[in-house]
Nanobody
Framework: QVQVVESGGGLVQNGGSLRLSCAAS????????VGWFRQAPGKEREGISC????????YYADSVRGRSTISRDNAKNTVHLEMNNLKPEDTAVYYC??????????????????????????WGQGTQVTVSS
């Protein structure tokens, strides 16, 4: 049984940093992707980063590129999202999700995957990130 659990949200000051973690358990191989999504009040949920566990290919959305870094602990099937220079507009509920994919994928595939929330079969409960101005 696949489970996805996020952790690491909280309150941070404008310009601060935060690390979110996503533990994905129950997969029988490393051929899966982990995506990070966020939903601000009154807005649609958006994909901000998607990574392939097997080959490490990673996509970042424009809204976080240059301020965020994905790291993986494959032995623990855990993905970390480090976010720096946080802004009030980063305030949102952050979700982690996972889905099975081929062992090797292109950046274009990850880009498309991040745009299609329905492609993700397993979702975490979400964690609140609040950036104070």
């Amino acid at each position: 049984q696949v489970q996805v659990v996020e952790s690491g949200g909280g309150l941070v000051q404008n310009g601060g940093s935060l690390r979110l973690s996503c533990a994905a358990s129950g997969f029988t191989s490393d051929s899966f992707a982990v995506g990070w999504f966020r939903q601000a009040p009154g807005k649609e949920r958006e994909g901000i980063s998607c990574t392939s566990i097997s080959d490490g290919e990673t996509y970042y959305a424009d809204s976080v590129r240059g301020r965020s870094t994905i790291s993986r602990d494959n032995a623990k099937n855990t993905v970390h999202l480090e976010m720096n220079n946080l802004k009030p507009e980063d305030t949102a509920v952050y979700y982690c999700a996972a889905t099975r994919i081929p062992k090797e994928v292109s950046l274009v595939t990850l880009y498309n995957l991040c745009k299609q929330l329905r492609r993700f079969d397993y979702w975490g409960q979400g964690t609140q990130v609040t950036v104070s101005s």
